[in-house]
C-alpha cells in the first residue's frame, strides 16, 4: 500500500556530514510518527531518531547532538541530517513510517535501507 524509498547514503569521512531522505508514496491516508533505524551485522536494529507529526523529537543518546530529523508533510518525507559522523555510525539505516489505512490506529512501513560508511 505505502513504499518508502530512501536516498542519501554514502562514504564519508569521519568528522563530515550526510543527509538521508525516505520519501513515502501510495495509498496514504494518514502519517503518524516518522522514524530512522539502523542495524550493523550481529547486531538489533536500533532507534536512532524519530518524529512526531507535531514535530516532536527524540534521539538515542549516541547521536543526540549530532543528528537532526525532519519531515515535509506536504511531500511525505523524512529526513536525517547528520553531522560530526564517527566510526561507529556506520550502519545500514532504515526509515520507518506509521501510515494507517481508516479504521486503523497503527500501521509501520519500512524503507529499503541505504548504506552510510564513516571511514577515512
Known amino acids: 500500500q505505502v513504499q518508502l524509498v530512501e536516498s542519501g547514503g554514502g562514504l564519508v569521512q569521519p568528522g563530515g556530514s550526510l543527509r538521508l531522505s525516505c520519501a513515502a508514496s501510495g495509498s496514504i491516508f494518514r502519517i503518524n510518527d516518522m522514524a530512522w533505524y539502523r542495524q550493523v551485522p550481529g547486531k538489533q536494529r536500533e532507534l536512532v531518531a524519530a518524529v512526531s507529526k507535531p514535530g516532536n523529537t527524540n534521539y538515542a543518546d549516541s547521536v543526540k547532538g549530532r543528528f537532526t530529523i525532519s519531515r515535509d508533510n506536504a511531500k511525505n518525507t523524512v529526513y536525517l541530517q547528520m553531522d560530526s559522523l564517527k566510526p561507529e555510525d556506520t550502519a545500514v539505516y532504515y526509515c520507518?513510517?506509521?501510515?494507517?489505512?481508516?479504521?486503523?490506529?497503527?500501521?509501520?512501513?519500512w524503507g529499503q535501507g541505504t548504506q552510510v560508511t564513516v571511514s577515512s
Open positions: 520507518n513510517v506509521d501510515a494507517p489505512p481508516p479504521l486503523y490506529s497503527h500501521r509501520n512501513y
